[in-house]
């Protein structure tokens, strides 16, 4: 069983910067891909980032130059570095793991889900 634990979320400014970390457990984290994707109010979940089991990396189009996922797998942790915040990147902020080396940017491609944690962008 893997268990995701998102933190690092909270209220911020527009212009501001917040770095969320997922932290995994129940199995070997260095060759899984993961990938962050986050769900506004009355929308659909839509993907934010991913990093394969060999860090390549992925961020979707409208956080490309603010955004940077990274992961330490000694810690078996993954980040998201948020900067330049706007509004609009206000959701809740889901962490996912795949049983595989490739990311993907697909959300019913990942396996296993975290409880999720708020980022708020006021203006």
């Known amino acids: 069983q893997v268990q995701l634990v998102e933190s690092g979320g909270g209220l911020v400014q527009a212009g501001g910067s917040l770095r969320l970390s997922c932290a995994a457990s129940?199995?070997?984290?260095?060759?899984?891909?993961m990938g962050w994707f986050r769900q506004a109010p009355a929308k659909e979940r839509e993907f934010v980032a991913a990093?394969?089991?060999?860090?390549?990396?992925s961020i979707t189009y409208s956080a490309k130059g603010r955004f940077t996922i990274s992961r330490d797998n000694a810690k078996n942790t993954v980040f998201l570095q948020m900067n330049s915040l706007k509004p609009e990147d206000t959701a809740v902020y889901y962490c996912?793991?795949?049983?595989?080396?490739?990311?993907?940017?697909?959300?019913?491609?990942?396996?296993?889900w975290g409880q999720g944690t708020q980022v708020t962008v006021s203006s």
């Open positions: 996912a793991a795949r049983t595989y080396y490739n990311s993907s940017y697909k959300s019913d491609e990942y396996d296993y």
């Open positions: 990093i394969s089991g060999s860090a390549l990396t």
């Open positions: 129940g199995r070997t984290f260095s060759n899984s891909a």
